[in-house]
């Protein structure tokens, strides 16, 4: 897998409109993309636990937060956005798959000024805790939400543009004991089974996004040996583990839109097993019972360097393959050679922080049908089930 810098972000994301939607998983998902494209540096543990705050590195809280009342229910809101001269990220907190709420956000970015390029969702576990199920009915979860998830993706795929690529974040595998937000006030019975639930509902997720012809990146799978690098709390996970969720994301990017990476070793390993606490304290719920936390070590970027700055690998040279600057087309023809211009709803944004980042060459992008490039981070899929972007392919580039 490639590591990317801040200034090959840029580059792969130049002129898109990226919108995230989900928890607080999904949150931190947003922040580290807004940070790595502006430094080469990792979160904070203070801005990962962070919320609801009015500004993180040059973004503003447009609704929602601060704003208003802080508060852990189910009509919480907070929506986030952060511009510069060519990228567009905003972040939407949802707190179920399918709700009035999802409707609006959709009708908001179909009537916007700037139509997506790239939406990444998940939504499970207040799904889970909060709506899936009857407390006293364990099957009505899956009925719940697998109409729900029904009704997403169809309303997605007559909201989105063709040329959206849409992927769905399965959610990450969670420890054995979990306390968080989400949980209902009270001490909840089902919430030891909310593993095998998770299990459950990815499995219904995917399968169901698959069928509407939308990605999936499966996060369960990757980090099911990285036990150590959750929280305390047994759901959320470090800043190690983010920035390596934001190169599997942009790799996924990058090969659904025939992007060559530049070809870089992974960065070594820190040792086998847990990273010690600088308190000398044990992490509860993680590796005692937990068979997540066994067998063979993460496959993270945990060196034992310190956390800041991130310098993802030495290398010379430029990045990527020279070639003019017109052999980048932006999927969006309105936005090539502008800015953004002013959204109704940024009112307050007026940031520019590409003033002084590196220039290299642009992004050299492969063939229309994906042939002759070097070797593909996906399988090829099978042409009996054509995908919902892989139509979308052919007007992104020349």
């Known amino acids: 897998m490639a590591h990317l810098r801040a200034s090959e972000v840029r580059q792969l994301l130049h002129n898109k409109f990226v919108v995230i939607m989900g928890d607080s998983i999904q949150r931190a998902?947003?922040?580290d993309l807004v940070l790595l494209l502006q430094k080469d540096c990792l979160l904070s543990s203070r801005q990962l636990k962070a919320k609801g705050e009015l500004s993180f590195e040059h973004d503003v809280l447009l609704e929602g937060g601060r704003r208003g009342r802080m508060h852990n229910g189910t009509h919480y809101r907070e929506v986030r956005q952060f511009r510069s001269?060519?990228?567009l990220v905003r972040f939407y907190f949802l707190t179920r798959a399918y709700s009035q709420y999802v409707e609006d956000v959709l009708e908001q970015l179909r009537a916007g000024e700037h139509t997506p390029d790239v939406v990444v969702m998940n939504s499970c576990l207040w799904d889970l805790s909060r709506y899936g199920r009857d407390r006293d009915s364990y099957r009505d979860f899956r009925r719940?939400?697998?109409r729900d998830l029904g009704s997403l993706f169809g309303r997605l795929a007559r909201a989105l543009p063709e040329s959206c690529l849409l992927v769905w974040n399965t959610t990450m595998p969670v420890a054995q004991t979990v306390s968080g937000g989400f949980l209902p006030p009270g001490r909840w019975p089902s919430c030891t089974r909310?593993?095998?639930?998770?299990?459950?509902?990815?499995?219904?997720?995917?399968?169901?996004?698959?069928?509407?012809?939308?990605?999936?990146?499966?996060?369960?799978?990757?980090?099911?040996?990285?036990g150590q690098h959750r929280q305390r709390d047994g759901v959320h996970w470090d800043e190690w583990a983010h920035r390596h969720l934001?190169?599997?994301?942009?790799a996924h990017l990058a090969g659904a839109w025939g992007v060559d990476?530049?070809?870089?070793?992974?960065?070594?390993?820190?040792?086998?097993?847990?990273?010690?606490?600088?308190?000398?304290?044990?992490h509860p719920g993680d590796s005692r019972g937990d068979p997540t936390s066994s067998g063979s070590p993460p496959r993270l970027p945990c060196p034992r360097a310190p956390r800041q700055p991130y310098v993802p690998y030495s290398h010379s040279g430029p990045?990527?393959?020279?070639?003019?600057?017109?052999?980048?087309?932006?999927s969006d023809r309105s936005l090539q050679g502008q800015q953004f211009s002013s959204d109704t709803l940024a009112r307050q944004i007026?940031?520019?922080?590409?003033?002084?980042?590196s220039q290299p060459g642009p992004i050299r992008t492969g063939s229309a049908q994906h042939q002759g490039r070097g070797s593909s981070p996906y399988p090829p899929r099978r042409p009996s089930r054509p995908h919902r972007h892989q139509r979308r392919h052919t007007s992104r580039r020349t």
């Open 246 to 250: 934001s190169m599997l994301l942009l």
């Open 350 to 357: 007026g940031y520019s922080n590409e003033a002084n980042e």
């Open 85 to 87: 001269g060519h990228h």
């Open 29 to 31: 998902v947003y922040k």
């Open 144 to 146: 719940s939400y697998c």
């Open 194 to 226: 909310l593993r095998e639930d998770v299990l459950e509902a990815n499995f219904y997720s995917a399968t169901e996004a698959g069928r509407h012809g939308f990605d999936v990146l499966d996060l369960h799978f990757h980090f099911r040996h990285a």
């Open 319 to 330: 990045p990527f393959t020279p070639h003019r600057q017109d052999t980048y087309l932006p």
């Open 261 to 282: 990476l530049p070809c870089r070793g992974p960065i070594r390993d820190g040792p086998a097993g847990r990273r010690p606490d600088p308190r000398g304290r044990r």
